[in-house]
């Protein structure tokens, strides 16, 4: 218990584990090769000192302050950071003023905008004479699409990036650096296991923030033994995790098999069941989003034109679970779920998509009919582009029995409606238009 105690005495001056961490070049930075790997657009740019004004657009935790910072270093730039609540227009006004000045004496500015979709429009104007003028380099970062949530005007000068939540491996080699370097823990004998460490990258999901904090408070909530080692306990990870299902892993088998359990228990009509393995996919950890997406897809391969309002009402889901996030959005997917559970069950939309497929992956690319492809020249005309074209419209029937698939699949049947809720009615109109074919 003393041994405790004086861990928690030695490091209450500390600043946190990820702040202690922040890496100081690019070399040291995790993740995001796509931009910054070798040879990559980004890095080469600051290897060869041609930086301007961009938009890092990315989820949390992945390192758009971080890359700033080492990007302000590596240029010899002033670094100067400002917040959407603390800096009106009086504040960028000073600031783009003495930006302007430092300029005139060879010294360039950095300003880095963190959540610059929380800027309003007046902030953002306030902005756009010194970008315009080289005064500063803008470095913005936003975690939402900056085509809603910047003005044009901003947006049409500052190229955007995308970074990506960081993969486990690179969470895994972030917690094991933070276990050895002196920054970190490397002073201390610390006992925790690899499979420990996975839980934590996979709780944080692609957010390194998230992964720092959870080690950082396991660690300080660790029991020291009679050796002196420092062990980190599978209930107080739990517990520092906020997950009772400690062990559910995302990328496992425990995720595939609940996926699949709340996909068939909505396909057999089980509203009880589908909640109950939707509720358990989030009290271990799921993102909310990743469920979502399945219930739009399930819409349509399960439900289809037998109720097609079972997509919007996904889709609906979906943007709930994005705008309020964890825990507000669970009683949208309950929504979600239990509708579906709930409606009429057709899956020849997706037997229809599947057997199309098969014949486009096995039969050769057959050319478009000329009778459906447009003939916008002269040369296009006659080489007979467009010759017997009929125009539905022009029928009292709204039908014609022009021939729309290439010949060698003339008369092949994809869509096979089925009885089933809005989709009988679909049967029977097209039940009706291919009989007027055949007929005419």
């Not at 603390?86 to 960028?92: A, D, F, H, R």
């Amino acid at each position: 218990m003393m041994g405790q105690m004086s861990l928690f005495d030695d490091r209450e001056q500390l600043s946190p584990l990820a702040s202690r961490l922040r890496p100081e070049c690019l070399d040291e930075y995790m993740g995001q090769q796509h931009l910054i790997g070798k040879g990559k657009i980004l890095r080469r740019l600051i290897e060869q000192d041609q930086i301007s004004s961009m938009i890092f657009w990315g989820p949390p935790g992945v390192g758009k302050t971080t890359l700033a910072r080492i990007i302000a270093k590596q240029t010899r730039a002033e670094f100067v950071e400002f917040s959407a609540v603390t800096s009106g227009i009086k504040e960028i006004k000073e600031v783009m003023q003495q930006a302007e000045n430092n300029r005139r004496y060879g010294i360039r500015t950095l300003l880095f905008a963190d959540e610059i979709h929380r800027f309003n429009k007046a902030q953002q104007d306030a902005f756009l004479p010194w970008v315009e003028k080289g005064s500063v380099i803008l470095v913005g970062a936003t975690t939402e699409n900056p085509s809603f949530e910047i003005n044009s005007a901003l947006l049409s000068r500052c190229k955007v990036f995308i970074l990506k939540a960081l993969e486990a491996e690179d969470l895994l080699r972030l917690l094991e650096h933070a276990l050895k370097s002196p920054k970190g823990f490397g002073n201390l004998e610390i006992s925790i296991s690899e499979e420990e460490l996975s839980m934590i990258a996979g709780f944080s999901n692609g957010d390194a923030r998230t992964a720092l904090n959870t080690l950082e408070m396991a660690v300080l909530n660790g029991r020291m033994d009679e050796r002196g080692v420092l062990c980190v306990e599978e209930d107080v990870l739990a517990q520092c995790m906020n997950r009772r299902s400690l062990l559910y892993d995302k990328n496992g088998e425990s995720h595939y098999n609940l996926i699949s359990a709340l996909h068939k228990s909505m396909r057999n009509s089980d509203p009880d069941a589908a909640v109950y393995w939707m509720c358990r996919m989030l009290d271990g950890g799921e993102e909310p989003l990743y469920i979502a997406r399945r219930l739009i897809r399930f819409a349509s391969e399960d439900v289809g034109i037998a109720d097609s309002e079972a997509l919007r009402i996904a889709v609906a889901a979906y943007q709930a679970c994005h705008f309020l996030g964890m825990p507000e959005c669970d009683v949208h997917l309950t929504h979600a779920v239990v509708y579906l559970s709930m409606a009429p069950k057709s899956n020849a939309l997706y037997l229809a998509c599947e057997a199309c497929k098969k014949d486009i992956r096995e039969m050769p690319a057959e050319p478009v009919p000329l009778q459906i492809c447009n003939a916008p020249t002269n040369l296009m005309k006659e080489l007979h582009y467009g010759e017997g074209y009929q125009y539905a419209h022009d029928t009292q029937e709204k039908l014609t029995k022009m021939q729309c698939l290439p010949d060698s699949l003339a008369g092949r049947r994809y869509y096979e409606p089925t009885d089933q809720g809005r989709e009988k009615e679909v049967k029977e109109r097209l039940d009706g238009i291919l009989k007027w074919k055949q007929e005419n």
